[in-house]
């Protein structure tokens, strides 16, 4: 278990909490490899019916650590990264996001895996991959166009522009935007003990059918980002980027 990651299961819900605040909530590859776990063990758990993802009331996840990231890579598609992934891809319980603050990277891009999504009026949600000579991750290649429409998420993408929790809502990236803090937790609890109440196997069906065909070319598709994004992880054009990148983030993790 990490100390970075709460674990908590109580009135048939699991709940993951990114516990980093020094770092906002940062993930490294241990974090990533404990929530996959936990989620794909809560799949063949019956006292769990919902999962839900969340950061604290200021913060949700500022993306990678970058540092960790670079250090190791990624080492294939049995990485802790895709273990995470593939996880919330292939989940059959309901997965429900709590988003205040920053949802960087993979903090915007999980979302698109999550059934249920309530984020704080003035969330900050972007994905930087173009910014940082990196690619789309987490099957968001296939899945944003699909949910947004080409030309929205070509501009989320291509500009890596940020868009606060009141915009995604109004756009259809999320549920709900609601005022920040502990309103955005509750609404997200509230509605994962709702699913709780719920008859299981209607519950599990209605989400298999919602999803038919989307999780397996997601799957399909993460596989063919993950292989572009750890070649270019590897390029001059990244490691420029993400050194300068990390040269600027120094004053806020200081």
Same mark, same amino acid.
């Given at each position: 278990?990490?100390?970075?990651?709460?674990?908590?299961?109580?009135?048939?819900?699991?709940?993951?909490?990114?516990?980093? @605040?020094?770092?906002? #909530?940062?993930?490294?590859?241990?974090?990533?490899? !404990? =929530?996959?776990?936990?989620?794909?063990?809560?799949?063949?758990?019956?006292?769990?019916?919902?999962?839900?993802?969340?950061?604290?009331?200021?913060?949700?996840?500022?993306?990678?650590?970058?540092?960790?990231?670079?250090?190791?890579?990624?080492?294939?598609?049995?990485?802790?990264?895709? !273990?995470?992934?593939?996880?919330?891809?292939?989940?059959? $319980?309901?997965?429900?996001?709590?988003?205040?603050?920053?949802? !960087?990277?993979?903090?915007?891009?999980?979302?698109?895996?999550?059934?249920?999504?309530?984020?704080? &009026? #003035?969330?900050? +949600?972007? =994905?930087?991959? !173009?910014?940082?000579?990196?690619?789309?991750?987490?099957?968001?290649?296939?899945?944003?166009?699909?949910?947004?429409?080409?030309?929205?998420?070509? &501009? *989320?993408?291509?500009?890596?522009? &940020?868009?606060?929790?009141?915009?995604?809502?109004?756009?259809?990236?999320? #549920?709900?935007?609601?005022?920040?803090?502990?309103?955005?937790?509750?609404?997200? %609890?509230?509605?994962? +003990?709702?699913?709780?109440?719920?008859?299981?196997?209607?519950?599990? *069906?209605? $989400?298999?059918?919602?999803?038919?065909?989307?999780? %397996?070319?997601?799957?399909?598709? =993460?596989?063919?980002?993950?292989?572009?994004?750890?070649?270019?992880?590897?390029?001059? &054009?990244?490691?420029?980027?993400?050194?300068?990148?990390?040269? $600027?983030?120094?004053?806020?993790? @200081?």
């Amino acid at each position: 278990m990490s100390e970075h990651l709460l674990i908590d299961r109580s009135e048939g819900v699991l709940t993951l909490t990114l516990n980093r @605040a020094d770092k906002k #909530n940062a993930l490294t590859r241990d974090m990533y490899g !404990v =929530m996959g776990e936990a989620i794909n063990a809560a799949q063949d758990d019956a006292s769990i019916r919902a999962v839900v993802i969340q950061g604290s009331t200021e913060c949700f996840t500022s993306g990678n650590d970058v540092a960790d990231f670079i250090k190791n890579e990624r080492s294939g598609t049995d990485s802790p990264v895709y !273990v995470f992934l593939k996880a919330i891809c292939h989940a059959s $319980k309901p997965l429900i996001a709590a988003v205040n603050g920053p949802a !960087v990277g993979i903090g915007t891009t999980m979302l698109l895996h999550c059934d249920l999504i309530y984020a704080a &009026e #003035n969330a900050r +949600l972007k =994905m930087p991959f !173009v910014n940082l000579g990196l690619c789309p991750e987490a099957g968001s290649s296939f899945l944003l166009p699909r949910l947004l429409g080409h030309p929205r998420a070509a &501009e *989320l993408l291509l500009l890596g522009e &940020e868009i606060s929790g009141s915009r995604a809502a109004e756009i259809g990236l999320v #549920n709900q935007a609601l005022p920040a803090g502990e309103a955005v937790l509750q609404a997200a %609890r509230k509605a994962a +003990l709702r699913i709780a109440e719920q008859p299981p196997g209607s519950v599990r *069906l209605t $989400k298999q059918l919602i999803r038919a065909g989307i999780s %397996r070319t997601a799957d399909e598709v =993460m596989e063919t980002e993950g292989q572009h994004f750890a070649q270019l992880l590897g390029g001059a &054009e990244a490691r420029e980027a993400l050194t300068a990148f990390m040269e $600027k983030r120094k004053p806020v993790f @200081a």
